[in-house]
């Protein structure tokens, strides 16, 4: 049964991936055409909530919002766990009020089309280039003062193991949201993992369904004035793992 579902696994993420390309080959003129004038650029969160949309459509995944506490007004910094590609994939549809980017891992920008859409559309992270530590601060500065919110994951990957057991937290989105005086919004996905693996697991978990999201309050800036980097970056894992420990309960005990 276990090679069964595998193979059922690697047949659903080649799907997903079929869909993903058409999408993003059909989208790919008109991006290039909002690109071209800066002032366009926000047309492009529409159509990537579209294309959000399209990907649970197609691809046969709905979503519940478990809890769903009021957003701050924009911007702000949006923190999440990070078990699947479709925490990204879902984000557009899920949070379509504020436009946002993505500050990632600059590896994304060796993959054709996707590259293009991440360049001029987020933000790329260059962790081994010490020379360009900075750039992704200061474009993350500028995309705040144009109004734009900003999605980190502050586990900075997809933990290889235990899912959806987290791994520690990074400084870099709450010291962001701190420094630049925005609110801090913190979502938790519970069960993407399940539904769509890590594609370099080749015979790991894929399967339609419903992807379980948790928008939880978010932290103001007058609370965020009042702590500690440190003591920003355990509350804010508290309150993301929380869920996990609730539908993982197994999880909690091994914490002990």
């Avoid at 799907?15 to 650029?41: E, G, H, Q």
């Avoid at 459509?57 to 479709?86: D, Q, W």
């Avoid at 502050?154 to 870099?172: A, L, R, S, V, Y």
């Amino acid at each position: 049964m276990r090679k069964f579902l595998g193979v059922f696994g690697l047949l659903w993420k080649l799907y997903i991936a079929t869909i993903f390309v058409i999408i993003a080959v059909i989208f790919y003129p008109f991006f290039l055409v909002l690109i071209m004038n800066p002032k366009w650029k926000k047309f492009s969160f529409k159509l990537f909530t579209l294309w959000s949309w399209l990907m649970r459509i197609f691809c046969f995944y709905g979503v519940r919002v478990m809890e769903k506490a009021p957003l701050p007004k924009g911007p702000y910094i949006i923190v999440a766990n990070h078990t699947s590609y479709l925490d990204i994939f879902l984000m557009h549809s899920i949070l379509p009020k504020y436009p946002f980017v993505f500050l990632g891992k600059s590896e994304i920008l060796k993959y054709p089309i996707l590259g293009t859409y991440f360049k001029n559309l987020n933000i790329p992270v260059y962790r081994k280039d010490k020379s360009k530590a900075g750039q992704a601060y200061s474009l993350a500065n500028k995309a705040v003062a144009d109004g734009w919110s900003i999605v980190i994951f502050p586990e900075g990957t997809i933990p290889d193991h235990q899912c959806p057991k987290m791994i520690p937290f990074k400084d870099g989105a709450f010291k962001m949201a701190k420094t630049m005086g925005i609110p801090l919004l913190p979502l938790t996905f519970t069960n993407n993992y399940k539904l769509f693996s890590d594609p370099t697991e080749i015979l790991g978990p894929a399967q339609p369904g419903i992807s379980r999201v948790y928008i939880h309050p978010y932290f103001t800036v007058e609370e965020l004035n009042k702590m500690e980097i440190s003591e920003i970056r355990e509350a804010c894992f508290n309150r993301i793992n929380a869920p996990i420990l609730k539908e993982y309960p197994h999880l909690m005990e091994e914490n002990k």
